[in-house]
């Protein structure tokens, strides 16, 4: 790509390749377009020739195809801290990385975002916070193996507890207020589950598994036992 962009003349009178004048940004765009797992491209002259500095994407989740499938038979795409699918990842039995399932999938997988990057970061931040509350306070509810983007804005948590999967569902509507004390807050709802009498019976019972907790419903907040 690089002898490529430095190839030639401007106006047929000046060469490309001339350290002055050769077309760095050309250069840049066509690596970052041409490969995309490149983060980011420096390009400097130093000394009469032109350095390339490239900086890789670090693969931190998953976005795989199916959350059906067994784990070995899933195709899934390493993710960045943006949620930008740069490359197919190699088949993992699990834990490795979080993985993530859902999502706008229409034209393909790769070289896309899974979501729009400030939600992305929002909710992972969620995640964060309700994770957080979790392993804190109920522990042995299990831990979680993955997230799942519904087409309507809805997500859920995975999780793999001891005999049992449950999921912890959520929108991001009352996460991302600006009121830090809103009661409607997934975080402030869920420690409200958590207090209450009737779940606490419900885990101490012999049928105790639970099935799901639902944040998603302004005050209303539904779980279920098995």
Known sequence: VVHQK????YYRLYSKN????????????SLMRNFIWLQ?????????????????????????????KPILERTCYYLDENGFAFAVAPRFSSGVYLSL???????????????????FHSVIKTKDS??????????DLGHLTGIYIN?????????????????????????????????NMPERKLIAVFESLSFKRGLESIKGDLEYVDLRFGKKVFYKFR
């Open 101 to 119: 399932y859902g999502g706008n999938r229409r034209g393909g997988y790769m070289g896309r975002n899974i979501l729009e990057p400030s939600r």
């Open 18 to 29: 001339n350290i002055l004048i050769y077309p760095k940004e050309d250069i840049r765009t």
């Open 151 to 183: 087409k309507n804005g809805d997500y859920d948590l995975l999780f793999d507890g001891s005999g049992s999967n449950w999921k912890l569902s959520f929108n991001l509507s009352d996460a991302t207020t600006t009121s830090m004390v809103s009661e």
């Open 130 to 139: 309700l994770l957080k509350i979790i392993e804190t306070r109920e522990p």
């Open 40 to 68: 980011d491209v420096n390009i400097a002259s130093v000394m009469g020739n032109i350095s390339l500095v490239l900086r890789e994407r670090e693969p931190i989740y998953l976005w795989c195809d199916s959350v059906d």
């Open 6 to 9: 430095l190839s030639g003349t």
